[in-house]
């Protein structure tokens, strides 16, 4: 009973909650610590009048109490955490939001020291006038110490400000305001402080208490200055030891843990060998092998999640914040989250989203090109049953099963010779011919279709039991004249097209779907492909917009693959 006590007390989720409220306590006193710098543009008599307010909240028994113990919290729930990571394998941004926070101590302890202790201990009358004055004219190096400590507390508590909102609905449309702020406070702060200094450093500006210059209101008597110096020594050993005591904490384990290595084994017969206490994700990650997690490993997401096969007993039960998100999936039996699961034993699972390896990133967009006319075929595709399987989805899920099929139609596009154009929605646009002939473009857009086709049978087969219902494609094909350029402004421009014959193959994609086939081609595309379609039923469909009707051809699966075989695209 005691231990389930304990472990309510120091569940993930407290922990995760009391390492964000300190650290929103020391983020709060450093907006206002940099907004009273910042008032020193106007005057240094004026930082020193808003001064007052500052310590009116910060310098009271309860703000002293907040601040320092929540400083001091987070510093230990941070070192806690180096201590539980079981990889230092980790995006860019939480790597430098790690790296900044371990050297805050390093930058902010003697000005804590020089400043708020020694005002205790020695009555030293730490307002700007002072603190300025031994920072820009007796200690230049201090100054420009604390300038650079400033702006790595900063971007430690923007960074995990960042992590904690990047999920919330608002939050993107605020993103421009927030940085503007982020960015507009630190600078305005650095410049109060640079013109407090150029203030008191002029022969015409006389400290307070210095009258005739004998007298140094921020000189300290020797024994001061050597009592001073003994409690920053300590503070940075008591720092540096605790640092050095995780690290090797964690060298300890890992020495242990190579003992009791616990075995991840897959169907297709590969196995990861792990020490007790890594998730399956951070095995996977490891290991190389590619694993999905939309949410970083948070646990707010279930596309990471796997299914067990054997070992399911040996499992850890699932915690509070893991059954949630199963919960709101009606996950089955033995599904659990890669992210939250610990094996204490050998155990075969599989992933049930399986995820793919990023393609390399292109070095730019298509080149500027002015707009002319030119002869393409023009692809137009979209998913027919999106909104019904996504009614009940987890927005993260979503987004994966798009990335998914997004890497069938882009992939089938450039293979096939093609551009991707754009993707809206559930739908896509493809481009073919632009740099070829019109016969080019048609055989081009004929293949990338018979290779969608293909890919989202393949799809629907990796994920038969994910899918409520299978994923079905829509696809249209026509061939003409159209405009194709660079359009768009400043970065945000891309090569497309714009036309009659893009707005016919959007239409015939409507026609797929209205026969519930794969795939409706007008005459053109089928002629210039020269598709043997002799004793083909063809059909002539009304488009909105043109007098005429439309002859085209529509093609059933197993049509297509006689027609368009695997075996004559590779």
């Known amino acids: 009973m005691a231990a389930d006590v304990k472990e309510s007390l120091i569940s993930p989720r407290r922990i995760r909650m009391a390492k964000l409220l300190s650290g929103l306590v020391i983020f709060a006193f450093l907006i206002t610590h940099l907004a009273n710098h910042a ?15 500052f310590l009116f909240v910060w310098r009271t028994g309860p703000g002293t109490v907040l601040l320092y113990g929540s400083f001091l919290l987070h510093v230990i729930l941070a070192l806690a955490a180096i201590y539980r990571r079981r990889s230092f394998l980790m995006p860019r941004a939480e790597a430098a939001q790690i790296v900044f926070g371990l050297l805050v101590p390093f930058f902010v302890v003697d000005h804590v020291i020089s400043t708020r202790i020694a005002s205790e201990l020695f009555r030293l009358h730490d307002n700007y006038e002072n603190i300025v004055h031994m920072m820009w004219t007796k200690s230049p190096v201090d100054g420009l110490r604390q300038s650079v400590g400033i702006l790595v507390l900063w971007l430690h508590g ?19 305001w927030l940085l503007t702020a982020a960015i507009l406070l630190p600078v305005l702060a650095l410049l109060g402080f640079i013109e407090m200094g150029r203030t008191i450093a002029s022969p015409i500006f006389l400290l307070s208490g210095y009258p005739g210059g004998y007298y140094d209101p921020t000189s300290l008597s020797a024994a001061a200055m050597s009592t001073l110096r003994s409690i920053s020594l300590g503070t940075y050993s008591a720092f540096g030891l605790s640092l050095a005591a995780v690290l090797l904490l964690r060298v300890l384990r890992w020495l242990k843990e190579r003992a009791h290595l616990v075995a991840i084994r897959y169907p297709n017969g590969e196995t990861i060998s792990v020490p007790r206490g890594y998730t399956v994700l951070e095995a996977s990650r490891l290991a190389g092998k590619p694993h999905y997690s939309a949410c970083g490993g948070k646990g707010r997401c279930s596309t990471c999640r796997v299914q067990v096969i054997e070992g399911e007993e040996n499992l850890p039960p699932p915690e509070v914040l893991e059954q949630r998100t199963l919960g709101r999936i ?81 992939r089938a596009v450039e293979e096939a010779g093609g551009r991707m154009d754009k993707f809206i929605g559930d739908g896509a646009m493809a481009l073919f011919g632009v740099s070829g002939t019109a016969e080019d473009g048609c055989r081009q857009a004929l293949q990338a279709a018979a290779r969608i086709v293909e890919g989202i049978d393949e799809l629907n087969r990796q994920l038969e039991n994910e899918l409520s219902t299978p994923l079905r494609i829509a696809i249209g094909i026509h061939t003409g004249a159209a405009v194709v350029g660079t359009l768009g402004y400043g970065t945000v421009q891309t090569l497309t097209a714009i036309g009659d014959t893009v707005n016919v193959a959007s239409r015939l994609e409507s026609v797929a779907k209205d026969h519930d086939v794969p795939l409706v081609i007008s005459e053109p ?35 297509l693959r006689r027609l368009v075989p695997l075996s004559a695209l590779s």
Not at 350 to 361: C, D, H
């Open 330 to 410: 009606n996950a089955g039996p033995g599904v659990r989250l890669a992210c939250q699961l610990r094996p204490k034993a050998n155990v075969m699972l599989s992933p049930i989203l399986v995820a793919v390896p990023e393609p390399e990133q292109q070095g730019g967009n298509y080149e500027a090109i002015p707009g002319r006319e030119r002869d393409i075929a023009v692809l137009f595709c979209d998913l027919r049953n999106f909104t019904y399987l996504t009614e009940t989805r987890l927005p993260f899920d979503i987004v994966f099963l798009l990335n998914r099929y997004f890497a069938v139609v882009g």
């Open 525 to 559: 595309v089928a002629s210039l492909a020269g598709l043997a379609l002799e004793g083909q039923q063809s059909r002539e469909v009304p488009l909105r917009g043109r007098l005429l009707p439309l002859k085209v051809f529509v093609f059933d699966k197993v049509l």
């Open 39 to 53: 008032v020193g543009l106007v005057s240094v008599r004026a930082a020193d009048d808003m001064r007052r307010f």
């Open 158 to 176: 923007v960074i995990g400000i960042h992590f904690w909102l990047r999920y919330r609905a608002w939050y993107q449309s605020a993103v421009p």
